[in-house]
T-cell receptor
Framework: EAQVTQNPRYLITVTGKKLTVTCSQN?????MSWYRQDPGLGLRQIYYSMNVEVTDKGDVPEGYKVSRKEKRNFPLILESPSPNQTSLYFC??????????????FGAGTRLSVL | QKEVEQDPGPLSVPEGAIVSLNCTYSNSAFQYFMWYRQYSRKGPELLMYTYSSGNKEDGRFTAQVDKSSKYISLFIRDSQPSDSATYLCAMSITSGSSNTGKLIFGQGTTLQVKP
C-alpha cells in the first residue's frame, strides 16, 4: 500500500531535549516536505526537499533541521525543542516538485507537546 | 499581512446547499492554486488544482481563480454530510515558468453540513 509513515504519532517531551520525527515513503517520490499545523494558522511549510541531498527552507524553518540522505526518508530534527514548537506536524511527499501536477500524499500526523 | 487569507469559519449549512469557500492572496507570483480537504484527525488530501484564471469543474466541485483580483473560490454543489471537513487553499510560488516547491496554505475553513 502506498503511504507516508510518520513516527511517533504522539510525543511529549521537555524543553531542550533533542528529538527526531521520522518520515518514510514507499512510492519512490522525489519531493518531500514537512509542515506544522496550528489553530488559526493553517498549515505552514517548515522545510522541503526536491530530491536526495537537496533541501530548502519553507516559511517557518527556525528551530528545525532536516536531512535527505536517501530518497525514502526525510527526518525532522528539533535540536533544542521549545514550547512554541508544540504543534501537529505533517510529512508529505509527491512524485515531483511540480506540486500542482502531482498529488501530494500526507502522513497521519505527529502531535508534539513540548513542556 | 499574510500572503494567503482564508476565512476560518466555522461554516454550517444544511444538506443540499451550495457552499462557497474563498481565499485571497497578495503575492502575484503565485501561479498554481490548490484546494485540500482535511477530515478530523487525518492529513490533508488534494481535492482540486488549477493553473489559469477561470473555472475548473470536477463532479460537485468547482474551483474558480480570478488572478486580476487575487481571489480563488471553491464551490460545492448539493453538499453532503460527508463533505464536513476543513478545506484549505494552497498556492505555489513559481520561479520563471516552474514551481519552486514552496507551498503556502490558507488558514483553512471548517465546514459542517447538517443532514
Amino acid at each position: 500500500e502506498a503511504q507516508v509513515t510518520q513516527n511517533p504519532r504522539y510525543l511529549i517531551t521537555v524543553t531542550g531535549k533533542k528529538l527526531t520525527v521520522t518520515c518514510s515513503q514507499n512510492m519512490n517520490h522525489e519531493y518531500m516536505s514537512w509542515y506544522r499545523q496550528d489553530p488559526g494558522l493553517g498549515l505552514r511549510q517548515i522545510y522541503y526537499s526536491m530530491n536526495v541531498e537537496v533541501t530548502d527552507k519553507g516559511d517557518v524553518p527556525e528551530g528545525y533541521k532536516v536531512s535527505r540522505k536517501e530518497k525514502r526518508n526525510f527526518p525532522l530534527i528539533l535540536e533544542s525543542p521549545s514550547p512554541n514548537q508544540t504543534s501537529l506536524y505533517f510529512c508529505a511527499s509527491s512524485l515531483s516538485w511540480q506540486l500542482a501536477k502531482n498529488i501530494q500524499y500526507f502522513g497521519a500526523g505527529t502531535r508534539l507537546s513540548v513542556l | 499581512q499574510k500572503e494567503v487569507e482564508q476565512d476560518p469559519g466555522p461554516l454550517s449549512v444544511p444538506e443540499g446547499a451550495i457552499v462557497s469557500l474563498n481565499c485571497t492572496y497578495s503575492n502575484s507570483a503565485f501561479q498554481y492554486f490548490m484546494w485540500y480537504r482535511q477530515y478530523s484527525r487525518k492529513g490533508p488530501e488534494l481535492l482540486m488544482y488549477t493553473y489559469s484564471s477561470g473555472n475548473k469543474e470536477d463532479g460537485r466541485f468547482t474551483a474558480q481563480v480570478d488572478k486580476s483580483s487575487k481571489y480563488i473560490s471553491l464551490f460545492i454543489r448539493d453538499s453532503q454530510p460527508s463533505d464536513s471537513a476543513t478545506y484549505l487553499c494552497a498556492m505555489s510560488i513559481t520561479s520563471g515558468s516552474s514551481n519552486t516547491g514552496k507551498l503556502i496554505f490558507g488558514q483553512g475553513t471548517t465546514l459542517q453540513v447538517k443532514p
